[in-house]
């Protein structure tokens, strides 16, 4: 696989709008979806204090804002806007599709897309940048990100979160989760260090922020 990934600026897009009013927050698109003549978006927003601030910002934006989850210091919006939907038109017309959401960084988005041509992927970019001004901060051969994980590693990772090994205060520690599964305590310490350096290593590399 292919991945080209871009910085885009274009100053009628909402994206933005909301991205410089709070810079010290994290947003990102997780999905779009266009339906009659507007297009709904998913935005995940890390919002430190500041989510009616936000929720209210965007209310003024968009046509319609809906809360669909949240937590202590984040949630999920559906914000549906009357826009053009000509980013995922062209993906379709060169034969791209998007990797992971649009993230909002400051005065741009920025968002991943991959085919099976590099070529596809060049002549999108070039495309692009007759609409909006766009950054190309990667191009070239790539793969889908994953994680994979022994069986053994599974096992003792979903024992481990049962019975609140990562609970605070922990209801369990390895030496007890060691009895429970046969193996040593070291093994266990050892299954349990590698499964987490993957998940966190995959939750670095999808920058999920």
């Not at 292919?2 to 410089?20: H, N, P, Q, T």
């Not at 009659?36 to 934006?61: H, I, P, Y």
């Not at 988005?109 to 596809?120: L, M, P, Q, W």
């Amino acid at each position: 696989m292919y991945k080209l990934k871009i910085s885009m600026e274009r100053e009628d897009d909402w994206k933005l709008l909301v991205a410089r009013k709070f810079p010290a927050l994290k947003f990102k698109v997780v999905n779009s979806f266009k339906f009659d003549k507007c297009v709904s978006n998913v935005l995940f927003v890390r919002a430190n204090g500041q989510k009616q601030a936000v929720e209210d910002f965007l209310t003024k934006l968009a046509d319609e804002v809906n809360l669909l989850e949240e937590g202590e210091d984040y949630m999920f919006l559906e914000v549906c806007v009357s826009e053009s939907f000509f980013e995922q038109e062209l993906f379709a017309k060169h034969r791209c599709f998007q990797i992971n959401g649009v993230l909002l960084q400051n005065s741009s988005v920025v968002f991943e897309v991959g085919s099976y041509e590099r070529e596809n992927l060049s002549r999108l970019f070039n495309e692009l940048q007759k609409h909006a001004k766009v950054e190309m901060l990667f191009l070239g051969k790539s793969r889908f990100p994953t994680i994979t994980l022994s069986s053994q590693q599974t096992t003792v990772l979903h024992l481990a979160f049962e019975d609140g090994y990562y609970d605070f205060p922990r209801r369990i520690n390895a030496e007890e989760l060691s009895r429970k599964l046969s193996l040593k305590a070291s093994t266990v310490n050892e299954h349990i260090r590698k499964a987490e350096n993957k998940l966190v290593k995959y939750f670095l590399e999808q920058k999920v922020r």
